[in-house]
């Protein structure tokens, strides 16, 4: 399928290929199809370099190199934990692994692993609710909404993930996770809440969620975003541009980005339900973080079901009790909706 992969290699030449793994067992077998990039085509890597390459189309066999075929593992952590469950006091879910996701994204893969992690055991009656940390944040920013979440109803999922990687990364992760988990547990619906770079990880994966089969639709039954950046940073930019070291994700919010253009080219289907939340600071314009003019762009809030606007900093409206109440108004109703075979996109409570 198309995917887009990320992974550091030591300076010098190399040599890049891929191959379908065909039992997921993450080795390469005899008769597992495969190619090099190129015919094959060495690609030269120096210090604090970046390199783009063309997409390697798999049409059979390799050719012969005569040098050893070493897949990358894709075992790491971040695929055993999908599914797994994790406390909210687990040590990997601290401080000093957030700042390292956004700085050093593979050490956080080594050390913090990551992964789509559950926050209590698995039970068909409950809706899955998935909850996307943003950028230096992690699963324990979530800890206020969480704890007054109704888990009669639903059960929370959090993603963990190191923010300096490419988003399109993350959200190809978390289309792969998902895929892995309806095929494990079978559940007919979930709920995806995003917060300032979680939103854009989240319209990202929505976007292939939805390409990759038009009835995940019937699925994904609502979908909130919060204080996010959705279309862009220009401080990231300004990183970019200047800074001598660049974190990869940096090039994805700053304005006008091909990430950014790439989905918001893509029209929300009017069939999913779409709650967007804003925040600005008194005399400010914006949040603290995110600009209004980021958060809520015009085709942004065609798209959203409802828009709601809080005078409130960037991440402090995750403590917000009105908030709270709020949200918890929206999931009911989508809960409620949803068992009566019919979507409510406009929730009565105002805040």
């Not at 990358?72 to 401080?95: E, F, H």
């Not at 009790?321 to 809960?335: E, P, Q």
Request: aromatic share 10%; glycine share 6%.
């Amino acid at each position: 399928q198309n995917s887009e992969y990320e992974f550091p290699v030591i300076i010098g030449k190399h040599y890049i290929a891929a191959y379908i793994d065909v039992n997921g067992d993450g080795e390469h077998q005899p008769g597992e199809h495969r190619n090099f990039y190129g015919e094959p085509t060495p690609v030269e890597v120096v210090a604090n370099s970046e390199i783009m390459l063309d997409p390697i189309t798999i049409s059979g066999s390799a050719p012969t190199l005569s040098t050893e075929f070493k897949p990358v593992d894709r075992r790491l952590a971040i695929w055993k934990n999908i599914g797994v469950p994790i406390s909210m006091d687990d040590p990997r879910l601290n401080q000093k692994n957030y700042s390292m996701g956004l700085w050093k994204p593979f050490n956080f893969l080594e050390l913090a692993e990551g992964g789509l992690f559950f926050l209590q055991k698995y039970e068909d009656s409950k809706i899955p609710i998935i909850f996307i940390h943003g950028a230096l944040g992690g699963p324990t920013v979530w800890e206020p909404i969480i704890d007054i979440l109704d888990t009669t109803q639903f059960q929370p999922w959090v993603i963990y993930y190191p923010t300096g990687l490419r988003i399109d990364s993350i959200s190809d992760y978390l289309v792969q996770a998902m895929t892995i988990l309806e095929e494990r547990y079978h559940f007919k619906q979930f709920f995806v809440i995003g917060h300032s770079m979680g939103g854009l990880v989240t319209r990202s994966f929505v976007k292939k969620y939805v390409e990759l089969s038009p009835a995940n639709i019937d699925k994904l039954r609502l979908v909130m975003t919060i204080n996010s950046p959705l279309d862009g940073v220009p401080s990231a930019g300004l990183g970019v541009r200047n800074s001598p070291i660049v974190v990869p994700s940096w090039r994805d919010v700053e304005p006008e980005s091909e990430f950014l253009q790439k989905i918001h080219a893509w029209n929300w289907p009017r069939e999913l339900p779409y709650h967007l939340f804003i925040s600005y600071i008194q005399g400010e314009s914006g949040d603290g973080v995110a600009s209004l003019q980021s958060q809520a762009q015009l085709k942004l809030q065609l798209e959203a079901t409802r828009l709601y606007v809080f005078n409130n900093e960037h991440s402090e409206i995750i403590k917000n009790k009105t908030f709270h109440d709020l949200m918890n108004t929206i999931l009911d109703n989508a809960s409620v909706q949803k068992n009566n075979g019919v979507i409510d996109n406009n929730p009565s409570k105002e805040d």
